[in-house]
């Protein structure tokens, strides 16, 4: 026998040769991927044994013992067939609906449906379903609303994905991710009385609209009228208590003016007196020998009157002229 080092590793190398196309061969048949967009279901000999949702490198028997069912997992979209379904009011319209959705449970769809061409049939007919009958318990002007006088469009939407997402899980293991409305058609008979009504109830709610806004204004215009009201008899009671402060400090000066000085205060009184009665674009004929109006000779160039007498002695005497009429006319004396 030769057992030289050669010839041993030849026989190694032969091995591990042999090994290595023995693993080749088995992983090609045993082994496989499941990627990231679909999960996996083992069956032996067509019962299942394994749900593999996560992605990786997984082995099995090989064939016939096991085979492997690739379920897609991405988004998958369609639209409903088109047509006529009632509304509460009774009106035909045409809405329609798409929706999106998964394979929630890849067992269940491969027992219902098994792929993705026979389970749009079946969805078909559950999101018409909902539709048909999330339509008959609302009227044709919650399809059209804002939602300020009544149910929005979204939330229509949302009672037909509630209704046929139920379904579609319990029967298919199929999860609908959104259910939406397309567009909202009208049969051609049905067009022009729709219209009709849609301008008389838009027409009833901008009237609506006006008179709330009619009734606003004049209940702010009458709180702005009151509050002006309250501020202007405010300052106006402030504007009398400072005149009356004011009155009453410039009595108090005239008072203690009367007291210290009382030739002078008769004299500052007589000159607010002509003040008062001599004003702009005024004309007056008076005796000047009249008080006050005797202080106004000195302006004509006669002498002033003579201060009065002190007590105990006669009254100063100087020759008076004979009264002569004065004359204001305006601002210019004659």
Known sequence: MNDNPASRKSIALRLGVILLVVAA??????????????QGIVLRFGKPTRILTAPGYYF????PVEHVVRVDRRLQHADIRLSETLT?????????VFFVWRVSDPLRFHTSVQDVANATPKLDAL???????????????????????????????????????RDAADQLGIELMSVGISRILLPEANTQSVFLRMRAERKREATQYRAEGRAQATRM??????????????????AEEIRGQG?????????????????????????????????RNTTIVLD????????????????????????????????VPAPTPFIFT?????
């Open 88 to 96: 509460q009011d009774r009106r035909n319209v045409i809405v329609p």
């Open 25 to 38: 061969v088995l992983a090609s048949v045993c082994g496989f991927v499941v990627s990231e967009t679909e």
């Open 288 to 319: 000047t020998s009249v008080a006050p109006l005797q202080w106004l000779k000195a302006v004509q160039g006669q002498p002033a009157p003579l201060p009065p007498a002190e007590p105990g002695k006669a009254p100063n005497k100087s020759p």
């Open 60 to 63: 099995r028997w090989p064939a």
């Open 247 to 279: 009155e009453a400090e410039a009595a108090s000066i005239y008072a203690k003016a009367h007291a210290q000085d009382p030739d002078f205060y008769r004299f500052l009184r007589e000159m607010q007196s002509l003040r008062t009665i001599i004003d």
């Open 127 to 165: 999101v018409t379903s909902a539709r048909n009958s999330v339509l008959g318990r609302h009227s044709f002007a919650d399809l059209v609303s804002d939602g300020r006088n009544g149910t929005s469009l979204p939330a229509i939407e949302q009672e037909m994905l509630s209704m046929a997402n």
């Open 221 to 238: 215009k009458a709180e702005t009228d009151k509050e002006t009201s309250r501020l202007l008899a405010d300052a106006k009671r402030q």
């Open 330 to 334: 305006g601002d210019k004396l004659r």
